[in-house]
């Protein structure tokens, strides 16, 4: 039997794996690839302002999963459990329809050709703009994952619960400073999280049947009134006292005790983390320049495995089976 195939299927792998990330990937096979995926965003904005909060939230849970390779976009199927049914995901994501319109819309304009991996990328850029944001130029050229594990998911996703020197290991190992950890947490500018992620803070901490002593106790008040005892705990609250801009009003509130999850506020009790929280409280340009760097290095992850143009985000073209 000949080994060609086998040799050529190897050197597509090899050359999937190693094809550096680049700005500008698509200029010749899809010039107005990021026009397009920003007008997109746009409108998804006007007719759902949370959907900028949602979406680029998805850059961090693809990301960390076995690299950015939307795996995070594929629906479950009857051998193949997903990220989407993962604890930090389950009941908390939302505004998957708009990766599904950038897709379309791209597949119209350059069929085949652009991945649901870089929408995300450009989507989450596109996303923090449009709330006020940084801009920055993202890398592209990834490849969409053949298959999605909710298992991998919980294994990595950080829990809302989680202190300072916990989420410092774990970006340490995704090659993320101790800055990076600080200044990714600051995408917290914007959104909601539900009282599910607070309960634990507000009511029992650490056990001991008490809040968390470092929430403020007029901000407590208030958490309270949102999220009491007992309450259906799919009910949304503000991640910041300015839920809809990205701006550093994020790491005021930190500094005055009045962080969301208990994740938020750590950063400000701990000394390794706070003194980038007193620099982004104090310096908007330092925190947007820290953002956009942290959000290139996380767009940077790869899972070393062989992909595709997927050509329905939900979905893979080929089995995984067809790799052996
Ligand atoms: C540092 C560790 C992090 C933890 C523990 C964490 C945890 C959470 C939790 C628990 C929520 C609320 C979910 C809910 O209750 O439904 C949330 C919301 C959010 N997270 Fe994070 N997160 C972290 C880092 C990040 C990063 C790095 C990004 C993006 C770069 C991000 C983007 C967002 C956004 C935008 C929202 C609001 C989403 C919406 O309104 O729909 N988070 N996060
Ligand atoms: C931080 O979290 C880790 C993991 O949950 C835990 O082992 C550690 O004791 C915590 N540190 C402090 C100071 O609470
Ligand atoms: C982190 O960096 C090291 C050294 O450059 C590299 O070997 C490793 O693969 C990187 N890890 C990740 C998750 O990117
Ligand atoms: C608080 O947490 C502790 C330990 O996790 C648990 O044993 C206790 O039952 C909890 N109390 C309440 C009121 O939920
Ligand atoms: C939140 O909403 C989902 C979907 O409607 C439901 O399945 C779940 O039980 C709700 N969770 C809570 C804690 O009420």
């Known amino acids: 039997m000949s080994l060609l195939p086998l040799v050529l299927f190897l050197l597509l792998i090899t050359m999937a794996v190693a094809t550096p990330l680049r700005p500008g990937f698509y200029s010749e096979t899809c010039p107005e690839a990021e026009v ?50 993962a604890l930090s995901n389950i009941n908390s994501l939302s505004s998957f329809e708009v990766f599904d319109e950038i897709k379309e819309a791209l597949e119209e304009a350059c069929p085949g050709t652009v991945s649901c991996a870089d929408i995300i990328i450009m989507a989450s850029r596109d996303a923090v703009s449009l709330s006020g944001g940084p801009k920055w130029e993202v890398k592209l050229g990834r490849q969409d994952s053949l298959t999605t594990s909710k298992e991998d998911s919980d294994n990595i996703m950080p829990s809302p619960r989680s202190n300072a ?52 106790p007029m901000y407590r008040e208030k958490l309270n009134k949102l999220c009491p005892l007992g309450v259906d705990e799919n009910v949304t609250v503000d991640l910041d006292a300015t839920p809809k801009l990205f701006d550093n009003q994020y790491f005021k509130d930190l500094v005055a005790g009045r962080g969301f999850l208990n994740s938020d506020q750590t950063l400000f009790t701990y000394p390794e983390t706070r003194e980038y929280v007193w620099l982004f409280s104090e310096d908007e340009d330092e925190f947007f320049k820290a953002f956009a760097e942290g959000m290139v290095k996380m767009g940077d992850l790869r899972s070393g495995r062989a992909g595709e143009i997927r050509s329905n985000c939900r979905v893979a073209n080929r089995k995984p089976v067809d790799n052996l």
């Open 165 to 216: 020197s916990f989420l410092i290991d774990l970006f340490a190992k995704f090659n993320l400073s101790v800055k990076d950890v600080v200044a990714l947490s600051g995408s917290h500018s914007i959104g909601q999280g539900r009282c599910f992620s607070v309960m634990v803070r507000l009511y029992n901490q650490s056990g001991s049947g008490k809040p968390d002593p470092a929430i403020d």
């Open 36 to 85: 397009i995926a920003r007008d997109v965003m746009k409108k998804a904005m006007v007719r759902e302002p949370r959907s900028a909060a949602s979406v680029m939230r998805f850059q961090f849970h693809d990301c960390f999963v076995n690299g950015c390779d939307a795996s995070l976009l594929l629906d479950d199927t009857p051998t193949m459990l997903g990220e989407k049914l």
